[in-house]
């Protein structure tokens, strides 16, 4: 061979050999084919399939990468001591890295962090590791989790710092002057890093947005949204490409699927909801079943695996629903028109179809696509009416509906599934953006019909892609599970009740749920009521998207996935997919990759319910900052070695006394007994106990209220 020859063979391998490590860095927990890597690096050549195959056995016997049965290739956590994952950053400039294999995070201190922020995934160069805490130092930015933020600017000669709004970002972003866009000394703005040089002690950015004379609770949401990684706008070539599709039905297109439109079909949704993802249908069959149809937008016909809105998709995984506005998954030309239920209108659908008697017993099940028509939108107040009652369209029709779900969710709650109704508490807003009043929604039986038809639809589509016959492999899928309770969480629920004079045993765990139950029935009209079903909820473990199917112990059903709202989660919208590939091709190409695609929409679940949180604490304060100086029964909701959270009877909103605050004597927190007690006096709080307090301060950006102790 020649030198040139060999020059670039060399060239070739080196390339490939980043392009691989690169791969499996960014997809570090998933496990691959030789055929899926050449997929997805689109590797087409034969000689460069081959080399790709030999790079992979180089990597197995060097450590890097572990090779599994049957050709399938993983990340090496352990290689060398270097591990791949999430970085997490606490106040004070250090970090942690959570890693699967590892039972230990491995702690970062702040002088090993180098150039990464939270959220970042990072890999990790394992110092100290052992029976105690690991220590590493991070040696490599795989990807950055987010490069937008919002801050204050503090303007120089030459240049500018912003201070992001929130302090675990652990750096300043310094700013050209030519990059300021106008911006002034001591401006809101939002800003994009576009470089973090080597040897720069601070990343480099330039103003995309000056907030400072827009509207204060735009800037608080944009600033709310940056901190968890969530983009306010679509880029645009997500835009364009949304913009493209129609509404139209292809005539062609429709011959190709069940055509539904003559069934009675509606909606049932809240009062300002835009998106219409599920619609229901029903008629009666000649031997006296009902044939009731769960129709779901098919936002895969519009959604293509690999094109800018998918790719966008799987990066929001979930739309995000703040206060006062919905950063949708999709842009609205999907979400809100070609893929919504809108009435009056023929759309397409996937569909599960079940034939049932008036007992909710199934004797078929038909799952496909189709195109439907809907009759009426109804929301929930209406369909609630109805049952109550009251006269309108389609009335036996909802009627039946609500029978039925009150048979399955029996069904359920007889099997152990929990019964937690949480308080949601919403705003009425004005005209201009700002609350005026509190509305506490309350699921009636007009929610709950909807929620048990979703619920079955969801569980025969994971029994129907789950259940496989012996001899036969397991299809590569999005499960939702909740594994079971922690015994050691079920122990402290436990001690926690039994400061309100509560107790239940439990023999085993099928008892829990139903126990549970028992007791918050019991108790729904006492004071005690929010702050039990609040530490019950925390004593169960998390519900997650993961591709090995445990159950979900929550709903006491076996097998469970998100189908019915492929408008809104990227889970339902991968689901679709694999469905339809089941039902007509069966040749799957989702393999283990899908296990990054769980561990991803799982991790942006958590950031959105983080923002809506932060959105609800925002209003919170808004609502009560003309109410400073005044005063307001209420009922201790959290106690700290800090002190004490109430949460005012009249307005829903919760506050803080500061230790060192309460009056009468010099309190500290009793661990032991989990209360609040004085020192010379014994005087004792409990959660719980109902107190008087006075609004004293309040901080918007904080998101913080302030309260003085007047009586105990």
């Known amino acids: 061979m020649s030198r040139k020859k060999k020059d670039k063979s060399k060239k070739h391998k080196s390339s490939l050999q980043n392009l691989i490590r690169r791969f499996f860095e960014k997809n570090s927990t998933g496990v691959f084919t030789h055929q899926q890597i050449c997929g997805a690096l689109e590797i087409k050549e034969n000689a460069l399939r081959k080399l790709t195959y030999d790079i992979l056995q180089d990597y197995s016997k060097d450590n890097y990468l572990k090779a599994i049965s049957h050709g399938q290739y993983k990340l090496n956590h352990s290689d060398g001591n270097f591990v791949v994952g999430y970085l997490d950053t606490t106040m004070r400039g250090a970090g942690f890295v959570s890693v699967d294999e590892n039972e230990s995070d491995v702690f970062i201190a702040p002088h090993n962090i180098n150039q990464s922020m939270a959220g970042d995934l990072v890999k990790v160069q394992v110092t100290k590791q052992g029976s105690g805490r690991w220590e590493g130092k991070v040696i490599e930015v795989v990807e950055r989790e987010r490069t937008q933020f919002v801050g204050t600017l503090e303007l120089h000669e030459k240049f500018a710092f912003l201070i992001p709004d929130n302090a675990r970002v652990g750096t300043d972003i310094y700013i050209p002057k030519e990059k300021l866009k106008g911006a002034k000394n001591k401006d809101r703005a939002l800003v994009q890093i576009t470089v973090w040089p080597k040897s720069a002690e601070n990343p480099f950015g330039e103003v995309l947005e000056i907030l400072s004379g827009s509207n204060p609770n735009d800037n608080e949401m944009i600033s709310i949204l940056c901190n968890q990684g969530i983009d306010h706008v679509f880029p645009q070539e997500v835009l364009q490409e949304a913009e493209a599709v129609g509404v139209a039905l292809d005539p062609e297109e429709v011959k190709n699927r069940r055509d539904m439109r003559s069934v009675t079909t509606f909606t049932i949704d809240p009062v300002d909801a835009k998106d219409f993802d599920d619609a229901l249908s029903i008629q009666k069959l000649k031997n006296g079943n009902w044939e009731i149809g769960v129709h779901i937008a098919d936002v895969s016909h519009y959604v293509r695996p690999g094109s800018a809105m998918d790719k966008e998709a799987l990066k929001r995984s979930n739309s995000v629903y703040l206060v006062d506005r919905v950063i949708p998954m999709l842009p609205e030309q999907l979400s809100n028109v070609a893929c919504s239920l809108r009435p009056d209108e023929d759309k397409y659908t996937f569909s599960a179809v079940f034939e049932m008697d008036e007992t909710g017993k199934v004797f078929n099940e038909w799952f496909g696509k189709t195109v439907i028509h809907s009759d009426k939108r109804y929301a929930y107040e209406n369909a609630q009416a109805i049952i109550e009652g009251g006269e309108g369209e389609f009335k036996d029709e909802i009627l039946l509906f609500n029978k039925i779900a009150k048979i399955l969710r029996d069904r359920r709650m007889k099997k152990g599934a929990l019964s937690i109704e949480s308080e949601e508490v919403r705003f009425k807003l004005d005209k201009e953006g700002y609350p005026e009043s509190l509305i506490i929604k309350v699921s009636k039986d007009a929610n709950k019909l909807i929620e048990e038809f979703m619920l079955?639809?969801?569980?025969?589509?994971?029994?129907?892609?789950?259940?496989?016959?012996?001899?036969?492999?397991?299809?590569?899928?999005?499960?939702?599970?909740?594994?079971?309770?922690?015994?050691?969480?079920?122990?402290?629920?436990?001690?926690?009740?039994?400061?309100?004079?509560?107790?239940?045993?439990?023999?085993?765990?099928?008892?829990?749920?139903?126990?549970?139950?028992?007791?918050?029935?019991?108790?729904?009209?006492?004071?005690?009521?929010?702050?039990?079903?609040?530490?019950?909820?925390?004593?169960?473990?998390?519900?997650?998207?993961?591709?090995?199917?445990?159950?979900?112990?929550?709903?006491?059903?076996?097998?469970?996935?998100?189908?019915?709202?492929?408008?809104?989660?990227?889970?339902?919208?991968?689901?679709?997919?694999?469905?339809?590939?089941?039902?007509?091709?069966?040749?799957?190409?989702?393999?283990?990759?899908?296990?990054?695609?769980?561990?991803?929409?799982?991790?942006?679940?958590?950031?959105?319910?983080?923002?809506?949180?932060?959105?609800?604490?925002?209003?919170?304060?808004?609502?009560?900052?003309?109410?400073?100086?005044?005063?307001?029964?209420?009922?201790?909701?959290?106690?700290?070695?800090?002190?004490?959270?109430?949460?005012?009877?009249?307005?829903?909103?919760?506050?803080?006394?500061?230790?060192?605050?309460?009056?009468?004597?010099?309190?500290?927190?009793?661990?032991?007994?989990?209360?609040?007690?004085?020192?010379?006096?014994?005087?004792?709080?409990?959660?719980?106990?109902?107190?008087?307090?006075?609004?004293?301060?309040?901080?918007?950006?904080?998101?913080?209220?302030?309260?003085?102790?007047?009586?105990?």
């Open 456 to 712: 079955l639809a969801n569980r025969k589509v994971a029994e129907f892609i789950g259940k496989k016959k012996k001899g036969e492999s397991l299809i590569p899928f999005v499960y939702r599970v909740h594994d079971n309770p922690d015994p050691a969480k079920v122990e402290l629920f436990k001690t926690f009740i039994n400061k309100f004079g509560y107790n239940i045993e439990f023999t085993n765990m099928d008892q829990i749920a139903q126990k549970m139950n028992a007791l918050l029935d019991d108790i729904r009209y006492k004071n005690e009521y929010g702050l039990i079903q609040n530490m019950a909820i925390r004593s169960m473990s998390k519900a997650t998207y993961e591709m090995q199917n445990i159950g979900h112990y929550g709903l006491a059903f076996q097998h469970y996935t998100h189908f019915t709202s492929p408008i809104r989660r990227y889970a339902d919208l991968i689901v679709h997919r694999i469905l339809q590939e089941e039902l007509t091709t069966q040749k799957h190409r989702y393999g283990n990759d899908l296990n990054d695609v769980c561990k991803r929409i799982s991790r942006m679940e958590r950031k959105a319910s983080e923002a809506e949180r932060e959105s609800t604490k925002y209003f919170q304060v808004l609502f009560i900052q003309d109410k400073v100086g005044e005063e307001f029964a209420g009922t201790i909701s959290g106690i700290a070695d800090h002190g004490m959270y109430v949460k005012m009877d009249e307005n829903k909103c919760e506050g803080m006394v500061p230790m060192n605050e309460i009056p009468g004597d010099n309190f500290y927190f009793d661990s032991d007994k989990f209360q609040i007690t004085g020192k010379k006096t014994s005087k004792t709080f409990n959660l719980g106990d109902k107190v008087t307090v006075r609004i004293y301060e309040v901080h918007l950006r904080k998101r913080q209220i302030d309260l003085e102790l007047i009586e105990g």
